[in-house]
Nanobody
Framework: QGPLVESGGGLVQAGGSLRLSCAAS????????MGWFRQAPGKEREFVAA????????YYGDSVKGRFTMSRDNAKNTVNLQMNSLKPEDTAVYYC????????????????????WGQGTQVTVSS
């Protein structure tokens, strides 16, 4: 088991909600900028959301803006992704990613900026 483990995926009808969680091991979680990415079959991995070390700044991809909310709890070493108003096009494997970063305020939005990845969790939205 790696340093990041996702959970919460599943099957949901269009318009429904799911909450993904990512648990991190180790004592330095507050030093990580975190992100969520997703990959649908036959498509490239896509940026979903990212959060800075404190949780005070969050950035979303255009396709999920207004529907998804990313948060983190540094005391519990977890990040969450609340997904509302789900659409069939949200169907994908969702990955949690982490990067140790010195800046307290910076957000990482590019896939190659991240050092650690979870194994992924499947989200399927039926129409």
């Amino acid at each position: 088991q790696g340093p990041l483990v996702e959970s919460g995926g599943g099957l949901v009808q269009a318009g429904g909600s799911l909450r993904l969680s990512c648990a991190a091991s180790g004592r330095t979680f507050s030093s990580y900028a975190m992100g969520w990415f997703r990959q649908a079959p036959g498509k490239e991995r896509e940026f979903v959301a990212a959060i800075n070390r404190s949780g005070g700044s969050v950035y979303y991809g255009d396709s999920v803006k207004g529907r998804f909310t990313m948060s983190r709890d540094n005391a519990k070493n977890t990040v969450n992704l609340q997904m509302n108003s789900l659409k069939p096009e949200d169907t994908a494997v969702y990955y949690c990613a982490g990067r140790i970063i010195s800046s307290y305020y910076s957000i990482a939005v590019k896939e190659d900026e991240y050092d650690y990845w979870g194994q992924g969790t499947q989200v399927t939205v039926s129409s």
